[in-house]
Structure formats: C-alpha cells, structure tokens
C-alpha cells in the first residue's frame, strides 16, 4: 500500500520539532481527516536555513510533511514556493489516491509559513498562490 520512502519518513521523519522565534509559521488542517499540519521556517537572506514541522494525523500526513521539509531546505524562499504536492508526492514514489489531501496539506502549509514570513516582513515583492482547502476537483491538485 505504501512505498518504502513513505514508510521510512513515517518510521523516522525528518525535522521533526518546532522552532522558537521562527521566522515564517504555517498551520493547516483537514476537517474531514483531522489531519493538522504545523511548518515552522528560518529564513536568512531569502533562503530558509532551517525547517522543522508538527503533524498530527496518519502516516501519509507525517511522510508528507517530512518530505516538504526535506525538498525546501536550504532553498531560496522563491524556490520553495514552486513545491507542489505532485513533487511531494513523486519524491515518496506515490501515495494511495485516498490520501493524496495529505501532500497538499504539506504544500498548503510550507506556502502559508513563507506567507507568514513575508506578511511580517511588509514583502510585497513575493505573490503566493495558496489553496484554502482541497475541493479535490481543481486541475491543479
């Protein structure tokens, strides 16, 4: 059912804690699962130097968030904002189609961290384009 990187990032995710005085702070959540996804960034000269993450939920959202944490780090702000739940996904090698809305809770909440880190910041030379919640029916999910 699930892959071997899937498992691995459940059995032993990566950056895994909070980070205090964070620059960028991003929580979401899925009411029909329950899944709630908290990202936590530092940011430094517009590359973020440190990542870490909060998850409650099940395997895929803990495998999800792992992963997001491991594509962004140390990447420019920018470039982290080009992460979509397909590259999440493609990096765990698949997840079950019924939990897909995992991946895009990790890519809603890297986005809405680096929102927040902007937002703080008065930056208005960044647009994001977030998804508030999966309908599940657009092209870009």
Do not use: W
């Amino acid at each position: 059912m699930y892959s071997e990187k899937v498992m691995d990032h459940f059995s032993n995710p990566r950056n895994v804690g909070e980070i205090e005085n964070a620059d960028g702070i991003g929580e979401v959540g899925n009411a029909k699962c329950g899944d709630i996804m908290k990202i936590y960034l530092k940011i430094e000269n517009d590359i973020i130097v440190d990542v870490k993450f909060k998850t409650f939920g099940c395997g895929a959202a803990i495998a999800t968030s792992s992963m997001a944490t491991e594509l962004i780090k140390g990447k420019p702000i920018q470039e982290a904002l080009e992460l979509t739940n397909k590259a999440v996904v493609e990096a765990l090698d698949g997840l079950p189609p019924v939990k897909l809305h995992c991946s895009v809770l990790a890519e809603e909440a890297v986005k809405t961290a680096i929102k927040d880190y902007l937002d703080k910041n008065n930056r208005t030379d960044i647009k994001i384009d977030i998804c508030s919640g999966c309908c599940e029916g657009c092209s870009h999910h």
